[in-house]
């Protein structure tokens, strides 16, 4: 599908990884709406690229429907937003359970639900969810997190089957570690030597190749986390195994120390 001249929403448009989508959509030609919930932020932005800024919660249950409303048609809905998930299950309060849950995995669904039968009646579209690594391999102390990123990778795949008919192509990106904004570099979490990252400019110009070449998924990692990914995948037990040779569950303790604030 052709970014030119299409309506793009993206969500989350107001951390680093969603700025950096939107500069390189608009790039492209696109059209973007951004959303998130710091309108000071996204205005200043949506100004520079000849977009739209569009307050919203994604939270708020009742904030998404009312989002897609404001959207106006679509043609490419990018979910960026997403809530940190680091943590042991037991320090998390019932509430923060639920917000993790609205925001990683209700709203995408919903705007996915919302969209489909606009772009099935056209006979074009695009959905583009960013995911995680952790949508394919489980780690120590991310249960909450790899909850939402798995239930969110397994609906994409099979979303992508049934819009598959109608022209409308699905497409998921699974940043590893990046550099410079995000969860991780938010939370100033050092890794060990030889872990490489990647930038948000990165993951942007993945989400441009999957909405041009409509391609399933996309890691944005080097190869030995794209590697591990694959192991969690097929040998959970050992992976994880060795991921605590490897020391994952410090890194993990210390992004649920860095991200607490913002669950």
């Known amino acids: 599908m052709e970014l030119s001249g299409a309506h793009v929403l993206v969500t989350g448009a107001t951390g680093g990884i969603g700025q950096a989508i939107a500069i390189a959509i608009a790039a492209r030609g696109g059209n973007v709406v951004l959303t998130g919930r710091r309108t000071d932020v996204l205005e200043p932005l949506a100004k520079k690229l000849g977009g739209r800024a569009i307050g919203a919660d994604l939270a708020d249950r009742a904030s998404v429907a009312e989002l897609l409303d404001t959207a106006g048609d679509l043609d490419v809905i990018v979910a960026n937003a997403a809530l940190p998930g680091s943590g042991l299950l037991t320090d ?113 110009r993945a989400v441009v190749r999957a909405v041009e070449k409509n391609v399933a ?5 080097p190869l030995p986390l794209r590697l591990g990914a694959l192991l969690g995948g097929v040998a959970p037990a050992f992976a994880a195994a060795v991921q605590r040779r490897a020391g994952s569950d410090k890194i993990t303790e210390r992004m649920a120390e860095g991200q607490r604030d913002k669950r």
């Open 92 to 204: 998390y309060s019932i509430e923060e359970i639920d917000r993790a849950l609205d925001v990683n995995l209700r709203a995408p669904i919903v705007l996915a639900r919302l969209a489909a039968g606009q772009m099935t009646a056209r006979g074009r579209g695009h959905l583009v969810f960013i995911n995680s690594l952790s949508g394919k391999a489980a780690s120590g102390g991310a249960a909450m997190y790899n909850a939402t990123k798995f239930g969110l990778r397994g609906f994409a795949l099979a979303l992508r089957d049934d819009l598959r008919p109608h022209g409308v192509g699905v497409s998921t990106v699974f940043p590893g570690f990046i550099r410079d904004a995000g969860m991780f570099a938010d939370a100033g979490v050092t890794l060990p030597r030889g872990v490489g990252t990647r930038t948000p400019a990165d993951v942007a």
């Open 217 to 221: 998924e996309i890691d944005v990692a």
